[in-house]
């Protein structure tokens, strides 16, 4: 896996915003937020107001608000997403809805390093619904922050999971390669490492990781070509990224 473990926690990204888009607002209209009752500066305001007992369910719109709280995500505001996603989950009646927010709360407490906190939420979106199009991000994702949290036989139990759930997402294979690797079945590790690069899912991480498996299986001229293949990736994923700023 990468060395930030941020990067391997993933989550939604939402509909979007409506063209033009005009900023991220922190009070939408339906929430008729009162600025002499709400500090405007207040991070908390939005899911203060958002409590049971003070709004109607009726009255929230979840989809939108899973916006939000995607939306802080994007801009590294971890900890409002956290009380955001809960937000969602409280007020949604539709089961998918309020999974898709525990998997995305369970990304953002792993980017806030409080893994046991998303193993929790990852535990309750499996618990909602253990086959549905989340429950292989929430394995994935469970599996990395149960070895985060130094549980790896379990780790690897949601991993192998994962895949099982979904055998084309890419990333699924790629995390249960890398734990077969940590306990040195390199060459099971190289095999879910190619399923994860024939599903698209060729990244720096899953080429540096399988030159390393591939090390330790003597095999050192093709852990070279990848590994010169992985630095060139990541190149050129810093020079888009450059560009892009720039635009």
Known sequence: MSDDPTEDHSYSEGEGFDEPYEGFDLDPPELEVDPEEVDPVDSRALTDLLDRRQVPRDR???????????????????????????????????????????????????????????????????RIDDKSEHAATAETNL????????????????????????????????????????RGLHEDAVNCFDNAIRLDFRTPEVLEEKAAALEALGRDEDAEDLAEEAEELRKRAEQELVERQRE
């Open 60 to 126: 929230v719109d979840a989809e939108e608000l899973l916006d939000v709280g995607l939306a802080y995500m994007q801009i590294n505001r971890f900890e409002q997403a956290t009380d955001t996603l809960e937000r969602v989950a409280q007020v949604t009646d539709d089961p998918l809805l309020e999974q898709e927010a525990r998997v995305n709360k369970g990304a953002a407490h792993a980017r806030l390093e409080e893994y046991d906190a998303a193993v929790g939420a990852y535990r309750e979106a499996l």
């Open 143 to 182: 599996a990395y922050a149960l070895w985060e949290s130094g549980r790896t036989e379990q780790a690897l139990e949601h991993a192998e999971r994962a895949v099982e759930v979904d055998p084309r997402f890419g990333q699924a294979w790629y995390n249960r390669g890398f734990f077969l690797a940590e």
